[in-house]
């Protein structure tokens, strides 16, 4: 059954320092996102994309967050310069459509610890 | 505000007990509703979501959940609890934008 992955599964990181956690979504889903659950708390959306730009971002996804699809199969984040606030699971997520009540597949999440 | 609720954040039941888990949502309208299940170390796997028609929808893994209008309630239930049911438990909703949003979760440990 196809699912989406994620690599690293944990990522520990110097305060300050640049990130990227990758994604490779389901072969033919079209629109790709990224949550964060910081520990103890809920699941929150970062952002989302399609086509090749950003549909929709929370106010969590500032300046320091980039997304990209370098390629025809991998989904990034990236950190510019990484908080402690940033310590979190990251789940990337992954839907064949966009219509009503669509399905989101997510991955295993990448733990992030910023120390 | 809007949000999701799951009012419990930690429920234990005994193998082979019933099980709701309850969600609450404040919208002004019926949203798309989902019940997902996280199990340590795992992603998110979805057990069932509710779009329109029959208010009750079963899943997998045995689960089923009702959908209440009147309650803005979306309640998961299993009727018999196995040992590998121990997990957490998120009710989110799709307010037909590019976004999921989540309760706080629910964490279900079982006893045998």
């Known amino acids: 059954e196809p699912e989406v992955t994620q690599t690293p599964s944990h990522q520990v990181t110097q305060m300050g320092q640049e990130v990227i956690l990758r994604c490779v979504p389901i072969?033919?889903?079209?629109?790709f996102y990224w949550y964060r659950q910081i520990l103890g708390q809920k699941v929150e959306f970062l952002v989302s994309f399609y086509n090749n730009e950003i549909s929709e971002k929370s106010e969590i996804f500032d300046d320091q967050f980039s997304v990209e699809r370098p390629d025809g199969s991998n989904f990034t984040l990236k950190i510019r310069s990484t908080k402690l606030e940033d310590s979190a699971m990251y789940f990337c997520?992954?839907?064949?459509?966009?219509?009503?009540?669509?399905?989101?597949?997510f991955g295993p999440g990448t733990r992030l610890t910023v120390l | 505000a809007q949000s999701v609720t799951q009012p419990d954040i930690h429920i234990t039941v005994s193998e082979g007990a019933s099980l709701e888990l309850r969600c609450n949502y404040s919208?002004?309208?019926?949203?798309?509703l989902f019940w997902y299940v996280q199990s340590p170390g795992q992603g998110l796997q979805l057990l069932l979501k509710?779009?329109?028609?029959?208010?009750l929808v079963q899943g997998i893994k045995g689960f089923e959940a009702e959908f209440k209008r009147s309650q803005s309630s979306f309640n998961l239930r299993k009727p018999s609890v196995h040992w590998s049911d121990a997990a957490e438990y998120f009710c989110?909703?799709?307010?037909?934008?590019?976004?999921?949003?989540f309760g706080t979760g629910t964490r279900l440990q079982v006893f045998p």
């Open positions: 509710y779009f329109s028609g029959d208010t």
């Open positions: 919208y002004g309208a019926t949203p798309y």
């Open positions: 072969s033919n889903h079209l629109y």
């Open positions: 989110a909703v799709d307010l037909l934008t590019d976004k999921l949003i």
């Open positions: 997520a992954s839907s064949e459509e966009r219509d009503r009540g669509r399905e989101q597949f």
